[in-house]
């Protein structure tokens, strides 16, 4: 079967909800997933799973226990399985996304409002 | 140490060589690489490894044996492993790629002009 390609637009405007990623490709036991994200979220790691984070839209802040890094569109930013870190957007970002699949967005922080242990595809 | 964001337009800009594909960052076990491509690469593939395209300028056309899928900007598709495929680009495309680490860009094509097993970071 041949692979179908997928324009990243064109799924971003299948959904509004804020941090609540949706599955776009499956990569090896990994997900690809776009999110969009504004406002703070939980600090929180990811202890099994490096987590790719690419900006597709806007702006996004990630906050590490030792400082705080801005990702502009068109930069990306491994945050490897285990560091802290807590995303941050003024006004509304769109991101690219890779985490192992099953990765829940909140990591090890105590399930929460914006908790999705279950990501949709689109 | 925190991680540093990655520019892809500023890591574009440090190569000019087509069909190199050069290392930009680690994910788990893979790599996320940036590469120029213009005209034909061989028919291969990667019987360990699924590979990820993403166009982040021009556009390229990936050749399966049962048809032919054409990239626009903005799109991705991830090739399986084991499928056989051939990129082509009529006009240089530049392409983010993930790839396991230590892939070779031929895959399992007897070794060619083309072959790089060897990619460098930027």
Redesign the interface.
């Known amino acids: 079967?041949?692979?179908?390609?997928?324009?990243?637009?064109q799924k971003l405007s299948q959904f509004a909800d804020q941090w609540s990623p949706k599955i776009i490709?499956?990569?090896?036991n990994?997900h690809?997933k776009l999110a969009k994200l504004q406002g703070d979220f939980v600090w929180h790691s990811h202890p099994e799973?490096?987590e790719?984070f690419?900006v597709l839209r806007g702006r996004l802040r990630?906050d590490?226990r030792?400082?705080a890094?801005?990702?502009?569109e068109?930069?990306?930013?491994?945050?490897?399985k285990g560091?802290e870190h807590k995303p941050f957007a003024e006004t509304e970002c769109h991101v690219?996304l890779?985490d192992?699949a099953g990765v829940v967005n909140t990591g090890d922080a105590s399930e929460n409002d914006l908790t999705e242990s279950d990501c949709d595809w689109i």
């Open positions: 079967m041949t692979p179908t390609p997928i324009n990243l637009s490709a499956s990569y090896e990994c690809f799973s490096d790719a690419f990630i590490f030792e400082g890094v801005t990702l502009e068109g930069e990306m930013l491994v945050v490897p560091v690219l890779l192992r």
